[in-house]
Nanobody
Framework: QVQLVEFGGGLVQAGDSLRLSCAAS????????MGWFRQAPGKERDFVAA????????YYTDSVKGRFTISRDNAINTVFLQMNSLKPEDTAVYYC????????????????WGQGTQVTVSS
């Protein structure tokens, strides 16, 4: 049974930092591309960042480039999202997702999803 569990969300002020973690179990983690998505109230779930199975290549949506960093540690089956210089518009539920082999920047196609963690940025 595959499980993805996100940690690290919370309430912060604009300009602060947060580090999200997503712990995976029940799959061969090093074979999976991992992605982070977010969904604000009343909006669709959007791509934030993704990383290849080896961690050699990363992808970001334009609005987070230079502020967010995705990384992974295959030894502990965990993917991270370091979020710096947070803005109120980053407020959303953040989800991690896993896809076998191929990196995707769209919601459709990911095999497994976590339950999400709330990030709230106050101005």
């Amino acid at each position: 049974q595959v499980q993805l569990v996100e940690f690290g969300g919370g309430l912060v002020q604009a300009g602060d930092s947060l580090r999200l973690s997503c712990a995976a179990s029940g799959l061969t983690f090093s074979n999976y591309a991992m992605g982070w998505f977010r969904q604000a109230p009343g909006k669709e779930r959007d791509f934030v960042a993704a990383i290849t199975p080896s961690g050699s290549t990363t992808y970001y949506t334009d609005s987070v480039k230079g502020r967010f960093t995705i990384s992974r540690d295959n030894a502990i089956n965990t993917v991270f999202l370091q979020m710096n210089s947070l803005k109120p518009e980053d407020t959303a539920v953040y989800y991690c997702a896993a896809n076998l082999a191929m990196v995707l920047t769209t919601v459709k196609g990911y095999d497994f999803w976590g339950q999400g963690t709330q990030v709230t940025v106050s101005s």
